[in-house]
């Protein structure tokens, strides 16, 4: 499975933004996903998973509320919509997909995309 993150831009703070993670491989629909972020200086942290079937999703306290998973497994794309940005969530996003795992330890997944940044301005 490749994975490839989009969507990341500046935005100001209080807004939002649409990261998508578009997947290569006819069997993404199996994996559960997962986005990670990492900004300046700090350790990757988790901000919210979803299972394959999309029935399940799982979110760090920070975002909660105002991250929103979801997936179009017909698209192979992941989406992750957030809302009411401020500029702690400044960070490079990443999206991170496995068969057999789901839930916030990174080193858990096996595939990873590039990363997209996000930059929130206050």
């Known amino acids: 499975v490749q994975l490839q993150a989009s969507g990341g831009e500046l935005v100001q703070a209080g807004g939002s933004l649409r990261l998508s993670c578009a997947a290569s491989g006819r069997t993404f629909s199996s994996y559960a996903v997962g986005w990670f972020r990492q900004a300046p200086g700090k350790e990757r942290e988790f901000v919210a998973a979803?299972?394959?079937?999309?029935?399940?999703?799982y979110y760090a306290d920070s975002v909660k509320g105002r991250f929103t998973i979801s997936r179009d497994n017909a698209k192979n794309t992941v989406y992750l919509q957030m809302n009411s940005l401020n500029p702690e969530d400044t960070a490079v996003y990443y999206c991170a997909a496995d068969r057999a795992y789901y839930g916030l330890n990174r080193w858990e997944y096996e595939y990873w995309g590039q990363g997209t940044e996000v930059t929130v301005s206050s």
């Open positions: 979803i299972r394959w079937s999309g029935g399940t999703t």
